[in-house]
């Protein structure tokens, strides 16, 4: 059993940024491909960004590409995504989710964070 924690979500200008965490318990951790995704209001939720087990691999989201960044620390059993030259478009609830396999589908990861809110004005 794993459960992710979010953190770091709140309200910024655009143009600025932001840097969210995800700590997750459980021993298997350092095993799992990690993502991000987010839900705007009346949006279905959306891929952002995945990593690999140990990082080797990253994937992105067309609209993101360039500005957002995923990293993990398997020791901190935390996986990060930092967020720069953000837009009011990037305004959603973010969500981490643990899977067995990188993925960019919401289907294939098994265990999800609550969220944390992100919030850009214009």
């Known amino acids: 059993q794993v459960q992710l924690v979010e953190s770091g979500g709140g309200l910024v200008q655009a143009g600025g940024s932001l840097r969210l965490s995800c700590a997750a318990s459980?021993?298997?951790?350092?095993?799992?491909?990690m993502g991000w995704f987010r839900q705007a209001p009346g949006k279905e939720r959306e891929f952002v960004a995945a990593?690999?087990?140990?990082?080797?691999?990253?994937y992105y989201a067309d609209s993101v590409k360039g500005r957002f960044t995923i990293s993990r620390d398997n020791a901190k059993k935390t996986v990060y995504l930092q967020m720069n030259s953000l837009k009011p478009e990037d305004t959603a609830a973010y969500y981490c989710?643990?899977?067995?396999?990188?993925?960019?589908?919401?289907?294939?990861?098994?265990?999800w964070g609550q969220g944390t809110q992100v919030t850009v004005s214009s």
């Open positions: 990593i690999s087990w140990n990082g080797g691999s990253t």
């Open positions: 459980g021993r298997t951790f350092s095993m799992l491909a």
């Open positions: 989710a643990a899977s067995r396999a990188t993925s960019r589908y919401g289907r294939d990861y098994d265990y």
